[in-house]
């Protein structure tokens, strides 16, 4: 029975008159539930059309809202793509930073190198009293330089050293060097003085430093010696007994010895340019006295730092385990290395191209676990470090 008073819609029925299943019990009190209902009023007062308008209005409200979100969203990744390429454009122009402090700094000992040359134009003192006193006349013995690759080999355990010339008149040497510290030092150096003795005869730049690339006939054949130039002839000599990895090693060992020794026996500006561009003597091989064949490591760098802490790692142990750990990690045959033009043999052109790129050197593993610390100096087999952009040159 009709009580005579219109129907209070509930709290619980929705915009369209439909009962919801929430709790009231579970609503809170006061301004939220009246708000509520007077929603529900608005609602309720509307036509068929203008809710169906006021639907459509939401949902574009909510089409609008959600593209402000996508936009925003892209706009963020944008952003995000921007910084990046601010950190990689960042990055870039501290190792142009980076690169042009090192060149300055290069360009400052270079000056220095410069006013030292002049202030000793003529001789040099320290040379001249070096190169005296590394005469030697009796043989070399080489008790530590056995080919331990291949006991097979008959040892030569005897070198004798080159005869000893005028030191009087002989222009001083390019690089500092100290008194021979072992048999390759002597060997090298006796090489050196009497080469040099044949230019300030006025032999032919031919007699004097050999063919721009040196013949591998005693390489393979040491009975071959004597019909290679006695530049060659001797740096071959020493590498046969070396514990230098492999064929590949030798001659590439030997073709870089070769061009330090041709400049360092005859120093122009054409055997200045035959030395590879990594192999350029630096400031401290100019400046600091040092063992001759500290000159023959690869990485400028390293050189550095073997001159600057000579105590610690101008030693035998050094010497052997950075020439035991020495590849050139060639991917081809032996034989590639070389090629033969009628009874001659030498470097072939792809290897002379491999190995001139610095970043095909690197140690192996005996020279990484005994001297960790030079990590940044020189490219350990196996791992990637500066030499990717250059820095150990």
Not at 214 to 232: F, R, T, W
Not at 252 to 279: D, K
Request: net charge negative; hydrophobic share 35%.
């Amino acid at each position: 029975m009709s009580d005579g008073k219109s129907k209070i819609p509930s709290s619980n029925e929705s915009d369209d008159g439909v009962i919801e299943n929430g709790d009231a019990s579970s609503s809170k009190p006061g301004a939220k539930r009246r708000a509520s209902r007077a929603g529900t009023r608005s609602v309720a007062t509307l036509t068929p059309e203008q809710l169906a308008r006021k639907r459509a209005n939401d949902r574009e409200a909510q089409r609008s809202i959600r593209q402000r979100i996508r936009d925003h969203i892209e706009s963020l990744e944008r952003r995000i793509q921007d910084l990046s390429g601010d950190r990689q454009d960042r990055r870039n122009i501290d190792e142009i930073q980076r690169r042009n402090e090192e060149l300055e700094e290069e360009l400052k000992r270079l000056k220095e190198i410069l006013h030292a040359l002049e202030d000793e134009m003529g001789s040099s003192p320290l040379t001249t009293s070096l190169m005296r006193s590394s005469a030697v006349a009796s043989p070399i013995i080489l008790p530590t330089m056995m080919n331990e690759t291949n006991p097979q080999m008959e040892p030569t355990p005897v070198v004798t050293a080159p005869v000893p010339i005028s030191y009087d008149t002989a222009p001083p040497l390019p690089l500092r060097l100290v008194p021979p510290t072992g048999p390759v030092d002597n060997i090298l150096i006796g090489l050196l003085q009497r080469q040099r003795g044949l230019a300030i005869s006025g032999n032919s730049r031919e007699i004097v430093i050999g063919p721009y690339s040196p013949s591998l006939k005693a390489l393979l054949n040491p009975e071959k010696s004597n019909a290679v130039h006695p530049v060659a002839s001797v740096i071959t000599s020493l590498l046969q007994r070396t514990v230098l990895r492999a064929v590949p090693e030798k001659v590439a060992a030997l073709f870089v010895m070769n061009h330090l020794c041709q400049w360092q026996i005859l120093p122009s500006e054409e055997t200045y340019n035959n030395l590879a561009e990594w192999h350029i003597p630096r400031a401290p091989q100019l400046l600091i006295p040092h063992p001759i064949w500290v000159d023959q490591i690869v990485w400028g760098k390293l050189r550095d730092v073997v001159i600057n802490n000579q105590e610690r790692y101008a030693t035998d142990e050094f010497q052997h385990t950075y020439t035991h750990s020495l590849n050139v990690n060639w991917p081809y045959r032996d034989m590639d290395v070389m090629v033969f033009e009628g009874s001659e043999v030498r470097v072939s052109d792809f290897f002379a191209c491999h190995i001139l790129e610095l970043s095909n050197w690197s140690l192996d593993e005996p020279f990484q676990r005994r001297y960790p610390e030079l990590r940044e100096a020189c490219k350990f087999t196996g791992f990637q470090g500066p030499e990717v952009n250059g820095n150990f040159g």
